[in-house]
């Protein structure tokens, strides 16, 4: 398999894609585009432009079939690989475990704009700054403090005790929290250590801390 992604440090979408395939330890081949100003004459959007007509990445090359969005690249690699158990097996929790997904793919619009991930800056003053000023950012890490601190159990993970896709979907959020030194409640801040310490995590944070582009 091949997977298509952007900076480590910036790309929240292919660290998802990326956190699956590596926790899963499902063998692939990464090719990373850096980011440019994604005009249609640089080289992120000539190179996408071979591989997927959306020009966005994450893009999974596996065979003769493209994938082009991270929700659809973890239910292909969830079925090709059902014994790793990537959505977790109580299928009512499956069901919250998509709807959490599909909430974080769809929504959080004003966190997503106003704080995009940069894993390598302190940007808590910066962070404090647009909580204060900001009552849609507020409501929203509200509603994320929410779906962390549900968790059954406080060493677990958002479904279960065991990492799953719904995580590697929080996961640059965390990253976001902790840059931006947003306020979260203790259970989540337990919830962004446990996500911290995933060895996959880790390996994606240490190769964004050595990017220079
Ligand atoms: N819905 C897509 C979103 C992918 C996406 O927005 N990727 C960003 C990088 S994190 C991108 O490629 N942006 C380039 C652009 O907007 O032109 C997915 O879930 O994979």
Redesign the pocket.
């Known amino acids: 398999m091949d997977l298509y992604i952007?900076n480590k440090n910036y790309?929240?979408?292919?660290m998802r894609a990326w956190l699956v395939l590596k926790h899963f330890q499902i063998p692939f081949t990464e090719y990373l585009v850096p980011f440019d100003d994604?005009s249609p004459e640089q080289n992120f959007k000539q190179t996408l432009a071979k591989i997927t007509p959306v020009?966005?990445?994450?893009v999974l090359k596996h065979e003769d079939l493209i994938i082009?969005?991270?929700?659809a690249i973890c239910e292909y690699l969830a079925e090709r690989f059902p014994e790793r158990h990537l959505w977790v097996d109580d299928f009512k929790m499956r069901a919250y475990a998509r709807a959490i997904c599909a909430e974080m793919?769809s929504g959080f619009m004003t966190l997503r704009n106003i704080c995009p991930m940069n894993i390598t800056q302190d940007l808590r003053q910066l962070g404090q700054k647009y909580f204060q000023e900001n009552q849609a950012l507020q409501e929203e890490i509200k509603r994320i403090d929410e779906i962390w601190s549900q968790r059954s159990s406080e060493k677990g993970f958002l479904c279960g005790k065991e990492f799953s896709i719904p995580d590697a979907f929080y996961a640059p959020v965390v990253m976001r929290f902790k840059s931006y030194g947003l306020p979260v409640s203790e259970s989540s801040q337990h919830y962004m250590q446990t996500i911290l310490n995933v060895p996959a995590v880790q390996a994606w944070m240490r190769e964004a801390l050595k990017e220079s582009f």
Not at 11 to 14: D, K, N
């Open positions: 952007g790309s929240t979408w292919s994604f020009g966005k990445v994450p082009w969005d991270t929700l793919h």
